[in-house]
T-cell receptor
Framework: NAGVTQTPKFQVLKTGQSMTLQCAQD?????MSWYRQDPGMGLRLIHY???????DQGEVPNGYNVSRSTTEDFPLRLLSAAPSQTSVYFC?????????????FGEGSWLTVV | AQTVTQSQPEMSVQEAETVTLSCTYD???????LFWYKQPPSRQMILVIR??????QNATENRFSVNFQKAAKSFSLKISDSQLGDTAMYFC???????????FGTGTSLTVIP
């Protein structure tokens, strides 16, 4: 079972470069989200989507863009990378409706901005 | 806004002993879900246990159990018969009933000592 797949797993960027973190899920989940994890900060929500064509901002959205053209894919774009965006990024998916289903996480993407 | 607080950055326990990790949260919601996630060094996020706020009975999963005190907004995790494989970072998380956005605590690093 693939679950939630994130690529790349590791990436080094120079300040000002742009890149896209890819996320795909094969569980037909409506809800997808991106989190970043920084030391001592836990996971913080960047952006989320409740279905194809619908996205919204989370707790820390600045510097990131997302789109949701299909149910399966939810890419995260860094428009102009900054050292403050050095972090571990997690994509996640779940069904909507607050039914308490667990959230499924990808394995994480380690991003370093130099 | 929802907040989740884990006041124990680091804890250790002898193998086979019992340890309790603390978590408190703040919310004005009446219906919600609480979770404990385990994150080993691989950084994979693994669901340990889930509690629905409307259920008075504390959730249990094998060696893992919770003490859910709704009025006190407390949600502690008890690990019995600790094993070396339990060494990991543990995150407490909150989810509103009306959505799938998770709010995470800052984590507790647990070390099981042989």
């Amino acid at each position: 079972n693939a679950g939630v797949t994130q690529t790349p797993k590791f990436q080094v960027l120079k300040t000002g470069q742009s890149m896209t973190l890819q996320c795909a899920q094969d569980m037909n989940h409506e809800y997808m989200s991106w989190y970043r994890q920084d030391p001592g900060m836990g996971l913080r929500l960047i952006h989320y989507s409740v279905g194809a064509g619908i996205t919204d901002q989370g707790e820390v959205p600045n510097g990131y863009n997302v789109s949701r053209s299909t149910t399966e894919d939810f890419p995260l774009r860094l428009l102009s990378a900054a050292p403050s965006q050095t972090s571990v990024y997690f994509c996640a998916s779940s069904v909507t409706g607050g039914r308490g289903n667990t959230i499924y996480f990808g394995e994480g993407s380690w991003l370093t901005v130099v | 806004a929802q907040t989740v607080t884990q006041s124990q950055p680091e804890m250790s326990v002898q193998e086979a002993e019992t340890v309790t990790l603390s978590c408190t949260y703040d919310t004005s919601e009446s219906n919600y879900y609480l979770f404990w996630y385990k994150q080993p060094p691989s950084r994979q996020m693994i669901l340990v246990i889930r509690q629905e706020a409307y259920k008075q009975q504390n959730a249990t999963e094998n060696r893992f159990s919770v003490n859910f005190q709704k009025a006190a907004k407390s949600f502690s995790l008890k690990i019995s018969d600790s094993q070396l494989g339990d060494t990991a970072m543990y995150f407490c998380a909150f989810m509103k009933n009306t959505g799938n956005q998770f709010y995470f605590g800052t984590g507790t690093s647990l070390t099981v000592i042989p």
